[in-house]
């Protein structure tokens, strides 16, 4: 009898316990829900449980769960991506602070950005890291530098062997070693983001280079005398102040040429606007002065990000600044462009480069996309679906759909009509954890 007792309670907890899991951890109800990918469903009901969307259901269908949100009037967008990042501590949280769930780290202390990585901890952004750039005699210290075929190799074995998700080639390689890059990392699962130098955009599609970084190599394959252009990059410097002379002086017909050949090889562009942006306001001191007060350590903003220091070190000049304005708004077109011909864009702010403010700045990458005449749709997508492709984690995250990482933001308003809209946040939600709530 006792026996039977035990038992009869035994099984009263289990169906307690039972119940209990079958109550979803949090319940959004009455959103627009913009999946990511280009649907939309006009007023839905999305459902979390154990750090993963259970259901996506149109219109408020009965349920309850542990937490129950009314988002009537606003927008659930998957968790944002921010495809070209320097992770540091101090900016961890502000990336989620602003709905940048996932980013992809192009250059760092492998030692640092590849244990934290792989912890992919529920608390902080995922994270594609490169470790360390791979790049050619006379880069700095903190780059790999190959130099033979066998060191190219070499390098990318070991890279992807220390758990890299991507490698980072930088701009003083050339075409036949990017090749090498391309072909081991493919053998291996593993993509090549290129800042181009020496090499055009049309030759790194040519080997075989997943994604182009801020636009580089555009100009010297459109420009007239694209060796004279390329020349100019023994001096890594030097040679970005002449590609972005050149931008306003290039040639339509050209750039479609380039746009196709891109195309043609499935290139994503990767275009840090907010970089360009920021260097052409240097001397603005609202500028410099807004973005040191949205969250970033007095340590980074008054000497990091001290504006004689970062013009002396890049041999800047205000004529320097005027000339990344000039660029900026043809290059926002060519953005436009690129994806009104097909092509393929993954938003990425170059964070935390000097001024562009980790978080914030994804933001306002994509205001800068639409202000070149994308349709927002085509650039929330740059910075969900068509990101998450990019970096490889589209099974786990950049839509809203069941399976999938709980990793969505509530915003005011309808970013598809103002996409100022992704900035006025109300809930960021990382693999079902509430990270802000406003």
């Given at each position: ?9 035994a ?10 899991a ?14 990511g ?54 900016t ?8 940048v ?42 780059a ?213 403010v980790?978080g ?15 349709p ?63």
């Open positions: 009898m006792a026996a039977l007792k035990l038992t009869s309670v099984l009263a907890v289990a169906l307690v316990s039972l119940a209990q079958r109550v979803p951890d949090l319940l959004v109800r009455n959103a627009r829900v913009v999946r990918d280009g649907r939309v469903i006009a007023r839905a009901t999305v459902v979390m449980t154990g750090g993963r969307i259970t259901r996506v259901a149109a219109g408020n269908p009965a349920g309850r769960a542990r937490r129950e949100i009314d988002a009537a009037g606003r927008t659930l967008m998957p968790g944002l991506v921010d495809a070209h990042v320097r992770v540091r501590d101090w961890l949280p502000l990336l989620l602070r602003w709905g769930t996932s980013v992809r780290d192009l250059g760092n202390d492998r030692g640092f950005v590849l244990p934290l990585a792989a912890a992919d901890a529920p608390d902080v952004p995922q994270i594609v890291a490169a470790g360390s750039i791979i790049d050619g005699p006379g880069a700095g210290s903190d790999v530098i190959v130099s033979t075929v066998a060191d190219a190799r070499t390098t990318v074995r070991n890279a992807v062997r220390a758990g890299a998700g991507v490698i980072s080639a930088g701009p003083r390689l050339h075409q036949a070693m990017l090749s090498v890059l391309a072909a081991e990392g493919a053998a291996r699962g593993v993509p090549v983001a290129a800042q181009l130098g020496r090499t055009t955009a049309m030759e790194a599609a040519d080997a075989g280079v997943t994604s182009l970084e801020g636009l580089s190599g555009i100009a010297v394959s459109a420009a007239g005398s694209p060796d004279a252009l390329r020349a100019q990059f023994d001096d890594v410097d030097a040679g970005v102040k002449a590609a972005i002379r050149e931008w306003p002086r290039l040639d339509a017909s050209r750039l479609r040429t380039v746009a196709r050949r891109l195309i043609e090889q499935n290139v994503v562009l990767v275009p840090a606007l907010a970089h360009v942006e920021a260097i052409a306001h240097l001397q603005n001191p609202s500028f410099t002065q807004a973005a040191i007060r949205a969250g970033v350590p007095r340590d980074i903003g008054g000497h990091e990000w001290d504006v004689s220091e970062v013009m002396r070190r890049h041999g800047w000049t205000t004529t320097t600044l005027a000339d990344f304005g000039a660029a900026l708004p043809m290059m926002q077109r060519f953005v436009a462009d690129y994806v009104r011909m097909g092509g393929r864009v993954a938003a990425g702010s170059g964070a935390p480069e000097p001024f562009v980790p914030t700045s994804l933001h306002r990458e994509l205001q800068l996309y639409v202000g070149g005449g994308m927002p749709v085509a650039a929330l997508r740059s910075a969900t679906a068509g990101a998450a492709a990019l970096l490889g984690i589209a099974d786990r995250t950049g839509t809203i759909e069941a399976g999938k990482d709980a990793d969505v933001v509530l915003v005011d308003g309808d970013p598809l009509r103002d996409v100022q809209a992704t900035e006025r946040i109300r809930l960021v939600i990382k693999r079902g954890i509430v990270i802000y709530d406003r």
